[in-house]
């Protein structure tokens, strides 16, 4: 069965943090380095996404976790895979690479998955690329003194972007998920990419996830867009799925979930942090407590699929699959015809 008839049967569940769930492994720098980059130049510890070349056996399992708890959609482990983000290692020229060892991680976590009993009875289980929002913005100038300035442009940042997509669809994913949008326009330079991506090479495109951030009370994302603007910026693209994912928790998420399945006329998304990060930056939000604040979305028809962000963990997805599985989709808005 393929994701779109899925959406429209049940509520599904992505997956939670890569990050947090890396952090418990307690890795050192010799871990991110490995063998292969033992002599490399500079530090390296705290680019999550080299371990996907260096230790893919600690990334399979994160997946294979999210999967036992219940996750029918895995992020790749790609979340700044790309030319312009893996500049601050010095190691720009490991970008395609670093996508295609992330989707064989996920991918080979799902094939074995689909093995097993739980598996063969949820029938299918996908991997989304995950395509994340850059380091350098197009919409805000890094230098306060000079408002005109960009550290980047969009063809570079569409250069980037097209890099990654070549990644992880040769990796062998089922979407692509641009997610984590403070900046529009870097998201339109993604677009822009997988479209012109999918016509040159002449392969049917890929369904398209995109995800943006609500950066605090104001409603808006950090580039100054409000909600619906957003939407209408990236509508364009035609996608599976519009939603909303971290900096924010569940509480303070739900309004502009709200707002956002008023005005989406494709499927919705969401996946908020667990609570707000306390004075040390960790997340104290407990899995029962996520999953009622996502289960009350799903009764009220407001979400389509659901998971979670920074600081949620395999617990943290078992409880909202568990709270979930039973509650009907939010049903797409019927359009009036022109």
């Known amino acids: 069965m393929n994701i779109r008839e899925l959406l429209q049967e049940r509520v599904l569940v992505i997956d939670g943090a890569m990050g947090t769930m890396i952090q418990q492994y307690k890795l050192e720098e010799e871990d991110f380095r490995g063998d292969r980059f033992k002599d490399w130049h500079c530090d390296v510890k705290g680019n999550n996404d080299l371990l996907s070349l260096t230790q893919p056996q600690i990334i399979e399992a994160i997946h294979s976790q999210y999967l036992e708890a ?31 060892a992330a989707a064989k991680c996920a991918r ?20 989304a690329g995950a395509i994340g929002p850059l380091n350098k913005t197009l919409s805000l100038s890094p230098d306060v003194n000079n408002p005109g300035f960009r550290a980047v442009t969009f063809d570079e940042v569409a250069a980037a972007y097209t890099e990654q997509i070549r990644g992880l669809v040769d990796g062998g994913v089922d979407i692509l998920l641009v997610e984590t949008i403070f900046d529009t326009l870097n998201s339109k330079a993604a677009i822009y990419a997988i479209k012109k991506y999918f016509r ?24 100054g867009q409000t909600l619906e603007a957003f939407y209408v910026s990236v509508s364009h693209a035609e996608p599976l799925s519009v939603g909303l994912n971290c900096a924010l928790g569940a509480a303070e998420m739900r309004p502009h979930v709200v707002e956002l399945s008023d005005i989406a ?3 919705t998304s969401a996946y908020p942090n667990a609570g707000l990060p306390n004075a040390m930056g960790e997340y104290d939000e407990q899995p029962h407590e996520t999953a009622h604040f996502l289960e009350d979305w799903a009764k009220s028809g407001y979400v389509n699929i659901v998971g979670g962000c ?13 709270a979930v599985k039973k509650l009907k989709p939010r049903a797409l808005p019927e359009l009036e015809s022109i």
């Open 108 to 127: 080979n976590a799902v094939d074995k998955f689909l093995q097993t009993t739980a598996g063969k009875e949820k029938g299918a289980a996908f991997v």
């Open 310 to 322: 920074c600081g949620t963990t395999p617990d943290h997805i078992k409880h909202i699959a568990d």
């Open 265 to 267: 006329s494709c499927y």
């Open 70 to 100: 219940g996750a029918d959609i895995l992020e790749t482990n790609t979340f700044s895979s790309t030319i312009i983000a893996q500049a601050d290692y010095d190691m720009q020229s490991l970008a395609y690479e670093l996508n295609v």
């Open 200 to 223: 040159e090479m002449g392969k049917p495109e890929l369904p398209i996830m995109i995800s943006g951030t609500i950066t605090d009370a104001s409603g808006r994302t950090l580039s």
